[in-house]
């Protein structure tokens, strides 16, 4: 299938090495998460890896250059095991910098001072990338663009960027390490991803509760959260939102897909 990948653990590229990889995507704020096992180490290289190092997973097919990012993101927890002359590493990694829990915000803003000032000041107390924020006019429920009688943003960063987002109508997630934002009831982008046999489909969706439905397919980068589907099978067909997305890969077996759970479109 032409497969290709890029593991960075830090600054050490170990994507020759047989490695697993499971990462966890959805649209809900808590940070989306990655575990990747590395198999065969050397003891030098288990030993430069640090406390937390930054973790960048890359997969695609030779036909996409550069290669799309799956993950990126800090590492929270490493593990090494020894059997024998083989070595294992297991290290797990979630998409937002530590400061996204525990990052604070102390400001006051005077009169008439742009929603767009504070949300991104308590974002970059969050420690994560503006991502798509950027290109969105926030407004305020009542249309306002600014603060009228100027704004504290004290406590939790991501408390405080919630209930600017959220009062302005968006759902917002972390993804790679940057914030998404979403308009609720809409995805996030107009032209839809077509998802059928033809274009990696694996094997027939099945639909549940509230029409929830659970699909696989060969894994591919445009399956985020967020991201509007054209699913096309015998059993389900419609437009659907991906509510969240488990890539699972593997550089040595057949392991090669992306787990679904999609939404109908309102």
Known sequence: FQRRWFFQ????DVSELDADVEIKKTIRREPNTCTLTVYNLSESSRSSIGDRPFLQVKAGYSTQDPIPTLFSGETRKIEHSINGLESTTVLEARDSG???RTGRISRSYGPRTAVDRVLFDAIDAMGVGQGNVATQTIRLSNGAT???????????????VNDILRGAGYRWSVQNGAIQVLRRGRPLQA???ELKASSGLLGSPSQGDRGIVTAVAL???GLEPGRRINLQSQTVTGGYEVRSVVYRGSTYSDSW?????LRPES
Do not use: S, W
Not at 9 to 12: D, E, P, S
Not at 146 to 160: I, P, Q, S, T
Not at 257 to 261: F, G, K, Q, V, Y
């Open 9 to 12: 653990i830090g600054g050490l």
């Open 98 to 100: 530590r400061e996204y």
């Open 146 to 160: 600014v603060f009228a009688d100027g704004y504290v943003a004290h406590g939790a960063a991501h408390r405080v």
């Open 191 to 193: 032209t839809a991803v």
């Open 219 to 221: 894994l591919q980068p």
């Open 257 to 261: 897909e992306a787990e679904l759970e």
